[in-house]
Nanobody
Framework: QVQLVESGGRAVPAGGSLKLTCAAS??????????LAWFRQEPGKERERVAS???????YYAATVQGRFIVSRDDEQHTSTLQMLSVRPEDSGMYFC????????????????WGQGTQVSVSA
């Protein structure tokens, strides 16, 4: 089981930037074998993956954020960071960090561990 805590969400004007952080805690004390993924959920909509980085550092970005968001991980600090640049109103939503073993996948049901989320609001 992995405990995840997100932070960094806030209100920001369009064109601005912000950084989200996910702190991971495991029983073994290591995170190198985890896929760490970022999902966004808007009210009334399904949760969708926006970025992820797996245990081999393979990175995925949704087409809507490609070139604007940067995902990274630090397994010494047991964190993942989502750097959000040139944000748009459609980037608004609750951002969740999720974890699973080894390799990242698309569907939410494939991730057994989730954080509580951090809210991002981008104004036009």
């Amino acid at each position: 089981q992995v405990q995840l805590v997100e932070s960094g969400g806030r209100a920001v004007p369009a064109g601005g930037s912000l950084k989200l952080t996910c702190a991971a805690s495991t029983r073994s004390g290591q995170t190198y074998s985890l896929c760490l993924a970022w999902f966004r959920q808007e009210p009334g909509k399904e949760r969708e993956r926006v970025a992820s980085i797996d245990s081999d550092d393979k990175i995925y970005y949704a087409a809507t954020v490609q070139g604007r968001f940067i995902v990274s991980r630090d397994d010494e600090q047991h964190t993942s960071t989502l750097q959000m640049l040139s944000v748009r109103p459609e980037d608004s939503g609750m951002y969740f960090c999720a974890a699973k073993n080894w390799y990242c996948q698309e569907a939410t049901w494939q991730y057994p561990d989730w954080g509580q989320g951090t809210q991002v609001s981008v104004s036009a």
